[in-house]
């Protein structure tokens, strides 16, 4: 769950991006894992879904090696973008921190690998990214 206040827009790093609507202080919790607010599934419960709806979570999903399902967020965490420099969050599993101090405006950027080392290899599979 989103602990600050967030925009979505246009990107210059990929499509749609989460963007800071407030300064963010160096060390503030940006999103953690509420497991009463986001969505975790298991692979079987995943494989029970119909292919559209199964797709569309995947792209949006990340593994989560802790509780080893995968999580949804069901705000607009969904939409970070990756960097693998110059990103400005820290990521773990169950939460996010900003890595420096966070302006008005400014994109939400953190290393998808620092969480899961397997996003991209999913995605490759079935043809996400664009």
């Known amino acids: 769950m989103l602990r600050v206040k967030t925009m979505i827009k246009e990107s210059s790093v990929h499509g749609i991006g989460l963007f800071a609507a407030e300064p963010i202080a160096k060390g503030t919790v940006t999103w953690e894992f509420d497991p009463e607010f986001d969505t975790a599934f298991t692979e079987e419960q ?15 999903a990340y593994w989560d090696k802790v509780i080893s399902k995968y999580v949804l967020c069901s705000d607009d965490q969904r939409y970070i973008n990756h960097a693998t420099a110059d990103f400005n969050i820290q ?19 953190c290393n998808y690998n620092d969480y899961d080392d397997t996003y991209f290899e999913r995605s490759k599979e079935t043809h996400l990214l664009s």
Do not use: H, V
Not at 91 to 109: C, H, M, R, V
């Open 46 to 60: 995943i494989a029970r879904m119909p292919e559209p709806a199964r797709l569309i979570f995947m792209k949006y």
């Open 91 to 109: 990521s773990t599993p169950n939460q996010d921190s900003a890595a420096k101090d966070i302006a008005i405006g400014e994109e939400l950027l």
